[in-house]
């Protein structure tokens, strides 16, 4: 039924809307609650990508001032804005190469709701760590302008590693801004930014690739999956950064932990059938 397909898609926009940013994983939630509605085909799983470009867009929209900015001095050869620019291409680079190269076998191999568990599980205790290592080892960088490019190719390899479903790209260049001596906030944000030329090039490469199975059918449910994807996502974007201003990660590491481990045991003990 159409008004169900139409449910599904809003209920998979605002999941990726809410998850997106925050460290736990979007991919790995849409895929958890796409197979439990039943929403995990190939078509679904193409969905699950373009939705995504409505979140992309509420941090286009929230920082459409600084992007203006940095489009304009990009034009006037401003040394502030091509530094910014410059930064923003050597962290994109590394996923873009490795993904182009291995999205598939990835896709094939690990997009399912265990590998997802592990990887939740895994990634909360690194974020764990990673609280603990910023009160032991103070951040040094307390501006996104005041990054370098050594600074931002490390985050952009730590972004190589959300990939893995269930890792979070928001947690991995968060994280791994942090670890590499980012303070929390620089990191928040940069993640951000470094979110709108990858998931554009996630999204143009994904329906470009599978272009097939779209239909015009298919479009009342791509712009409800976007638009609920969109509010959601600013919501979020807008809380965020006030949240790490006064708060650590720790509560996105639990809630990581317990989630993921109530997967493995709806798993191992045959509670949910889940896709492996």
Known sequence: MEWLILAKALLLGIVEGLTEFLPVSS????IVVGDLIGFSNNTGKVFEVVIQLGAILAVVWEYRARFSHVACGMLAREPASIKFVSNLIVAFLPSAVIGFLAVGAIKYYLFNPVCVALALVVGGFIILWAERRQIDIPPRVHDVDAMNWKDALKVG?????????????????????????????????????????????????????????????????????????????????????RFVSGHTFNVFAWYRIAFGLIILASWYWGWVAWTV
């Open 157 to 241: 390899v730590a972004q190589v590693f959300a990939m893995v479903p269930g890792t979070s790209r928001s947690g991995a260049t968060i994280i791994g801004g942090m670890l590499f001596g980012l303070d929390r906030k620089v990191a928040t944000e940069f993640s951000f930014f470094l979110a709108v030329p990858t998931m554009f090039a996630a999204t143009i490469y994904d329906v470009f690739k599978h272009r097939d199975l779209f239909t015009a059918a298919d479009i009342p449910v791509f712009a409800v999956g976007m638009v609920s994807s969109f509010i959601s996502a600013f919501i979020v974007v807008r809380w965020l950064i």
């Open 27 to 30: 991919t790995g939630h849409l």
